[in-house]
Nanobody
């Protein structure tokens, strides 16, 4: 069974920073691209940032220059460093990954989500 386990959410003041982490666990052959999405109340889930197996990154315009996604391929893990946070960044953040399982079948997996609240 493949799982994505997230950590690092919480409450932070505007202008502050948080770091989210996500690690894949279980039995699998390969982890391909990984990323973060976020969903605010009443809204759909939006892409925040992605990173490929070769460390190519992509960011939403709203977070470019403030957020940095990084990857530890040895640990099948990613992190999201979030700086200069604003109340508009408040959302549940979900980790996602495309993983090739032990049977070589590809699947898109999601973490359980971690709440990020930016408020004074």
């Amino acid at each position: 069974q493949v799982q994505l386990v997230e950590s690092g959410g919480g409450l932070v003041q505007p202008g502050g920073s948080l770091r989210l982490s996500c690690a894949a666990s279980g039995t699998f052959s390969n982890v391909y691209h990984m990323g973060w999405y976020r969903q605010a109340p009443g809204n759909q889930r939006w892409l925040v940032a992605t990173i490929t197996k070769s460390d190519r990154t992509e960011y939403a315009d709203s977070v470019s220059g403030r957020f940095t996604i990084s990857r530890d391929s040895d640990k099948n893990a990613i992190s999201l460093q979030m700086n200069s946070l604003t109340p508009e960044d408040t959302a549940v953040y979900y980790c996602t990954a495309r993983i090739q399982g032990a049977t070589l079948a590809l699947g898109d997996y999601w973490g359980q989500g971690t709440q990020v609240t930016v408020s004074s």
